[in-house]
């Protein structure tokens, strides 16, 4: 079964400041990997997504992330947050292939940055 | 706006009673998926259709809970005889096959 674990519950930073958010799945096969975001008071967004090729991945709001196959690992990073980034991170991974189905998400990080 | 709408936002309801939740996906999305999310958690996988078929049940589901996408188009999830335990937002994302889920805003239960 295929299982996600994202490194810390709650990231407190100051504007400027750069960010690293952790995540682990556990998962032999083929994957693809993805990074969601909700705001306060709004849905899920996609962030960015991995299916294949390069394993750097730009993504929305000048937020990026590496997917280490040997590692197991699709960190999020950004060079200098805002405060308009306070908001939950979740990760998420499913099967790879041209089908796929269901996510299993991390339990998620709450980012907040302060002015 | 034409993302996925959830009804109703809230709801209320008393233990022992019978809830039922909509979705209507994006349009021409032809994969469905339910999840339920409890505080301090991501979100969990109960269900999904691809048109109108239920391709995959989580465990989750216990035989309290269904769900159905008749004409393949908006989902209902009902949960009969609620317990404590059932107390969550339930999510509903779409999809076109092989692309990203789209989210709702989610319906929260909660139970008296």
């Known amino acids: ?115 | 706006d034409t993302g996925v709408s959830q009804n109703p936002r809230h709801k209320i309801t008393k233990r022992g009673q019978n809830v039922t939740f909509r979705c209507d996906p994006i349009s021409e999305h032809n994969r469905l998926y339910w999840y339920r999310q409890t505080l301090g958690q991501g979100p969990e996988f109960l269900t999904y259709f691809q048109n109108e078929a239920q391709l995959e049940k989580s465990r989750l589901l216990s035989d309290r809970f269904s769900a159905e996408r008749p004409k393949g188009s908006f989902s209902t999830l009902e949960i009969q005889r609620t317990e404590q335990g059932d107390s969550a937002m339930y999510l509903c994302a779409s999809s076109l096959l092989g692309d990203v889920q789209h989210f709702g805003d989610g319906t929260r239960l909660s139970i008296l």
């Open chain 1, 1 to 115: 079964a295929q299982s996600v674990s994202q490194h810390n519950h709650h990231v407190i930073l100051s504007e400027a400041a750069s960010l690293e958010l952790g995540c682990n799945y556990s998962y032999g096969g083929t994957v693809n990997l993805f990074w969601y975001v909700q705001y306060p008071g709004q849905h899920l967004q996609l962030l960015l997504k991995y299916f294949s090729g390069d394993p750097l991945v730009k993504g929305i709001k000048g937020f990026e992330a590496e997917f280490i196959k040997s590692k197991f690992s699709f960190n999020l990073r950004k060079p200098s947050v805002q405060w308009s980034d306070t908001a939950e991170y979740f990760c998420a991974v499913n099967a790879g292939g041209t089908s796929y189905g269901k996510l299993t998400f991390g339990q998620g990080t709450i980012l907040t940055v302060h002015p």
